[in-house]
C-alpha cells in the first residue's frame, strides 16, 4: 500500500464500541440481540403503504434541502399538539436521520480547537461528532443520587472554557432512561444564556415516555431566539430505524445553516420517506401509544428480574427503552459484554460505550420480542449469579 | 436573538448560486427549469416495485454502516461487467448519496488547514466539502484548447504546497460534458503517486457516455493499493435523485474508515432504498441504454440551436446532460441567467456557480423532454441575439 496516508483528525473518530461487539455476535448462531437501540416491531404497515403511494405519486425527485414544505408544518403541527409551542416551518429542517441532525446542528458551531459538554453516559454519537468536528468533548457523568440521575451542575460549571461553545444533554436519555425535571430544563437554558452556549437537547425519546404522552420538550421553556436546537428522529416513535429520517428544529439562523450544510452532506432525506413520514405524523398516534404500553410491561419485567439478582443497581428509568444496571465490582463491561455473549448467546451493550460514568455498567434494550426478552434475561441473570471477578 | 453566533468555519461553507437562482424561480409561474442537474424522467417502475416489495418484505431495520453485504456484492459485480475490474467489498461503502460519498471520502483524508486541488468547472459540492473540513480548496480551471478541454498540469503541478492532500476531479464532467482520456488518467495518478496525494475521481456520470456503454473508469488503470477513492450515485444512471443513494470505492483503509465515519452522518442509506438499488444495477441495463439515446438527441438538438447564435462557443460533450456555452463577453453570468429568468421565464444555471474557469457561461441541462427543452432553447437564442452587455 502507498505511504499516502488518512488524514489523522478522521483516525481520531472512536469507533462505536456497540457495533464492535455486534460484528461479534454477527459471527455466531442463536445469540439473543439487545445491543442495539431499535425496536423489534417492523414499520407499521400505514406507512409502508404511504411510501409505496408516494412512489407511485412520482415522488422521486430532488425536494428542497430543507425538506418538503409539507412536512416541515406537519412536524410544527405536531409540536402544536404535543406541547403548545408554535414553530415556524423556517425554524425546522428535515434531515437523513436523527444522527444526520445532531451532525448538521453540531458543526454549524463548531470550529476546530472548540469545545463541548456532554453529559453522560450517553450515546456516543454526539462525543463523536464533536471529534469528527476536530473539536474536544468534555463528559460530565450524571450522578445516582438515591434511586435518580441528577446533573452535577458544579461539574459542568467547572469544566466550561473559553473554548467551550456547546452544552449537550439527551432526555430522555440513551441509555439511562432518565428525563430532565422542569427545573434541570430551567436550570440548563439559565446556563447556557449566562455562559454563552450552545444548547442541545436530543429529545429523539420523546415519545417513549413513561409519565405521560411526551417527555415535555425544551421548547415549551426557551423562546425562538434562545441559542437552543433539537434534533428528532421517526425512528423511535414509528418504527422506521431503517429508514433514516429525522429532524432538527433550531433558532432560525442556526436552521438556514444547518439546511445549508444539507446540500453538502446528503442533500435532502428521500423524497418517498418524507412522504411517508408526514403519514405517521398524521395517523401514528394510536401505534405509539400502543407501543410505549408494551415497552412499559417489558420495563416492569426486566427490572423484576434484575432486583432479584443481587449486586445490579438499576434505577426505574422514566423514558427510552433500556436499562443500564450497575453491576457491583464490574470494572470491564467489554469483556463482560464479550463473555456473556459467548457463554449465553445474550448480545448487551456495554456500559465504557457511553462515555464518562459509563463504565461499570451495562445496558439492555427492552424493546423486544417476549420471546427474546424472557430467555435473555433469564440467562443474565445466571450469568451474573455465577459471575467471576471481571 | 441571543449574542451566542454560529461557527466561523460553518458560515464560511459558500451557498450554491444554483439553489440561489432556483429559489428566485421557485417564486414564478411557467418556468422552463433546465437549472438542476436532473433528469425529468420518473424513477423506472420496476424500481419503484423493487422498494415496495423490499418494505413487505420488512427492510425497515438498521443495515450496517457500509450498507447490506448484498448490494456491495452487486456494485462489485457491475465493476466486472463494465470495467473488467476485480473489488472486494471491503473496497465498497453504501452511502446516502453520491455528495454523501464525496463528504465521507474527503473528510478522511484531510484535516484543518489541509488543502485540496479541484479541477473546475465543477460542480461546487466538492470544494465546499473542503471548506466544511476546515481545509483550502485550490481550483485549477481546464483550458479551452481548440474544441477540448484538457488539463493544465503545469498549473496543477505548481498549485501542489505542503499542504496539500488530495486532488478531485469529474469525468465525466458536471458542467463540461468532458471526459479524461486515458492518457489524462495515466497522468494524473503518476502526479498524485509522485506527490503523495489522494486521487478522488467523481465518476457518477460515467453511464451518461456517448462513446460506447460507459465512460472508462480510473479503477480500471490504477492498483488496489493506490490512494484512490471513486464517488459513485444512482441518481443520473437510473433517474434516482430523490432516493439519495450512492457508493464509494476505495483503497481498503480509507472505505473502512469511511464506513465507520458513516455512523456519525447518517449511519447508513435506507435499508428500502438498498435493496431497490440492488435491482437497479441488475435490471437497468436497458433503460440506461435507452436514456442515453434520448439524451444524445437532445445534446444534438441543443447544440444546434446554440451553434446558430453568435458569440456562443461549445464543444460537443462526450457525456453527462450539459452543455457549457462560453458566452463572449459575459461578466456577470448570475445576473445573465436572472435576466433570462425574468425575461424569457427559462431557468438556467450561472457560470459563476462552478468555480474558477466557470464565469462566462452558463450551464444547461438538456435532459429535458423536448416539450420543454425546445421553447426554453428557442428563448434562449432570442435573448442572446437581443442581449445588451452585461
Known amino acids: 500500500m502507498s505511504a499516502i496516508r488518512l488524514a489523522p483528525s478522521a483516525e481520531r473518530v472512536p469507533y462505536s464500541r456497540i457495533r464492535e461487539l455486534a460484528e461479534i455476535a454477527m459471527t455466531m448462531d442463536g445469540v439473543l440481540k439487545l445491543y442495539f437501540g431499535e425496536s423489534n416491531l417492523p414499520t407499521p404497515q400505514f406507512i409502508k403503504d404511504a ?70 453516559p450517553a450515546w456516543p454519537n454526539a462525543s463523536a461528532i464533536v471529534t469528527m468536528c476536530s473539536a474536544t468533548p468534555r463528559e460530565i457523568p450524571l450522578c445516582l443520587a438515591g434511586d435518580r440521575y441528577v446533573i452535577d451542575f458544579a461539574a459542568v460549571e467547572s469544566a466550561i472554557g473559553p473554548q467551550t461553545r456547546l452544552l449537550v444533554y439527551t432526555s430522555p436519555s440513551n441509555p439511562l432512561g432518565w428525563t430532565t425535571t422542569g427545573q434541570d430544563q430551567e436550570r440548563l437554558l439559565d446556563l447556557c444564556r449566562r455562559r454563552g452556549l450552545w444548547l442541545m437537547a436530543d429529545e429523539v425519546y420523546e415519545r417513549l415516555y413513561y409519565g405521560g404522552p411526551v417527555a415535555p420538550s425544551i421548547l415549551r421553556r426557551c423562546t425562538r431566539d434562545d441559542a437552543v436546537m433539537v434534533p428528532q428522529s421517526f425512528s423511535k416513535s414509528y418504527c422506521m430505524t431503517g429508514w433514516r429520517l429525522g429532524w432538527l428544529v433550531a433558532r432560525r439562523d442556526l436552521a438556514r445553516q444547518a439546511a445549508q450544510l444539507n446540500e453538502f452532506i446528503v442533500s435532502h432525506a428521500p423524497a418517498m420517506t418524507q412522504k411517508a413520514g408526514e403519514i405517521a405524523l398524521r395517523d401514528g398516534e394510536t401505534g405509539v401509544a400502543e407501543m410505549v404500553a408494551r415497552l412499559r410491561e417489558n420495563r416492569d419485567y426486566a427490572l423484576s428480574v434484575l432486583r432479584q439478582v443481587p449486586g445490579a443497581t438499576v434505577p426505574c428509568p422514566d423514558g427510552a427503552f433500556y436499562l443500564f444496571p450497575r453491576i457491583d465490582g464490574l470494572r470491564d463491561s467489554f469483556e463482560f459484554c464479550r463473555r456473556l455473549l459467548v457463554q449465553k448467546r445474550v448480545g448487551l451493550a456495554p456500559g465504557v460505550a457511553f462515555g464518562a460514568g459509563g463504565e461499570g455498567s451495562i445496558r439492555i434494550c427492552y424493546a423486544a420480542d417476549r420471546t427474546v426478552l424472557g430467555p435473555a434475561m433469564e440467562r443474565l441473570a445466571d450469568f451474573l449469579r455465577a459471575r467471576p471477578a471481571c
Open 51 to 120: 411510501a409505496a403511494q408516494a412512489l407511485a405519486d412520482g415522488h422521486t425527485f430532488y425536494t428542497s434541502n430543507a425538506g418538503y414544505p409539507s412536512l416541515r408544518r406537519a412536524i410544527a403541527e405536531k409540536y402544536r399538539e404535543l406541547h403548545g409551542v408554535e414553530l415556524d416551518t423556517e425554524e425546522i429542517v428535515v434531515t437523513a436521520s436523527g444522527v444526520q441532525a445532531l451532525n448538521a446542528g453540531i458543526r454549524c458551531v463548531l470550529d476546530p480547537g472548540d469545545e463541548a459538554i456532554v453529559l453522560t
